[in-house]
Each structure stands twice: as structure tokens, then as C-alpha cells.
């Protein structure tokens, strides 16, 4: 009966747990977060230059 008694966790025990746990989850939306802003970022730098392409090419067949 003691071993059982000494492997049951605690309030305490939870407690921590569960403030552990809300803390990783915190960091990883905040990793997230960065990632997907980085990450749109990128995008609007590729369509920029996409378009910019576009119209420079548009640009050199319309005057021929």
C-alpha cells in the first residue's frame, strides 16, 4: 500500500504539470507565431518579384 502511495501524484505535483505544460504551449505559439509571420513575409517579397518580372517582360514585347 506505501509503494502505491508513493508513486499517486500530488496536487503539487499536478500543479506543476499543468503550469509546465501551459508554458511549452505558450513558447510554441510564440514560435509559431514568428514562423508564420517570417513566412509571409517571403511570400510577399516572391509575388513582389514575380509581378515585377511579369511587367518588365510585358514591358520589352510592347515595344517591339
Given at each position: ?30 514560435d ?7 513566412s ?7 509575388w ?6 511579369t ?10
Open positions: 500500500m506505501e509503494e502505491a502511495i508513493k508513486t499517486l501524484a500530488t496536487k503539487y505535483d499536478t500543479a506543476n504539470g499543468i503550469a509546465s505544460i501551459k508554458d511549452d504551449l505558450a513558447k510554441f505559439k510564440s509559431l507565431s514568428k514562423q508564420i509571420d517570417n509571409i513575409r517571403w511570400m510577399f517579397v516572391f513582389l518579384g514575380q509581378v515585377g518580372t511587367l518588365a517582360i510585358m514591358l520589352l514585347f510592347l515595344k517591339k
